[in-house]
């Protein structure tokens, strides 16, 4: 990959920090995409939604951090072992990227829980496959389900050297099952398998909460803008 065309989008409120504004870098809606540049990209930080791919572009903020795996050399904690212990007969079923109706139950579950997005009535299929889907990448919808009752989803895609975790959702009646940590825990295990070598994790954000839990994955790398570096902090062993 040689040059490739963005465009800059206008500044927004941040969905992360509070009294920041944000905004993104997006690849150009000219440029072909497909499985290569996208494995590209996201080698250089980018991340996807829907069909954009995208990576901040803030103009006095750089606390969103790409990070990825090495799933090779990954060992789970004490916590995550635990975690994989309570799902022991969770059942795992693979499937493409399309509509179903029980995922976009429980996905407007999950926004009416997390977020507090209790408008989402409104919500409709292409919404959700807007945001979750893609046309052009090798993404599937990782079902995990307990004596048949689907509880959690994780949308995955597979690029050329790892996988890339793009969004994980599941029933708030199941915490106790930390489906969100083993949806992680599965796709570290089921890239292993693959031989391949890394699972993309998304933007470590420090100040955030719902974002600095991915530095409890050792070892992980961070994307300094020019090249990927190992994170400094410790490995989490509880």
């Not at 292409?126 to 945001?131: A, E, L, N, P, T």
């Not at 690029?159 to 029933?171: C, P, Q």
Request: aromatic letters at 14%; a negative charge; one cysteine or more.
């Amino acid at each position: 990959m040689t040059s490739i065309n963005l465009y800059v989008s206008g500044e927004y409120p941040c969905g992360y920090l509070e009294n920041h504004t944000a905004r993104s870098a997006f690849v150009h809606p000219s440029e072909a995409i497909n499985t290569v540049l996208y494995s590209d990209l996201i080698a250089l930080g980018f991340r996807r939604s829907g069909d954009n791919i995208y990576r901040p572009n803030c103009t006095s903020c750089n606390a969103c951090i790409p990070t990825r795996l090495k799933v090779s050399e990954f060992l789970p904690t004490r916590s995550q072992k635990r975690c994989i212990a309570r799902n022991q007969k969770t059942e795992v079923v693979i499937r493409p990227d399309q509509f179903d109706v029980g995922q976009f139950a429980l996905y407007k579950r999950y926004l009416a829980s997390r977020h507090n997005e209790h408008g989402n009535e409104e919500l409709e299929a292409d919404d959700f496959m807007g945001f979750l889907g893609s046309h052009w990448g090798d993404t599937h919808f990782v079902e995990f389900r307990n004596e048949g009752t689907l509880f959690a989803v994780a949308v995955v895609d597979q690029v050329e050297n790892g996988l890339s975790a793009v969004y994980t959702f599941f029933d708030p009646d199941f915490s106790d099952y930390s489906p969100g940590v083993y949806a992680v825990l599965w796709q570290i295990e089921h890239a292993r398998q693959l031989k391949l070598d890394w699972l993309y994790l998304g933007f470590w954000i420090k100040q955030c909460q719902k974002m600095a839990y991915k530095s409890n994955y050792q070892p992980l790398q961070l994307f300094n803008g020019k090249q990927w570096v190992d994170y400094p902090g410790e490995h989490e062993a509880v």
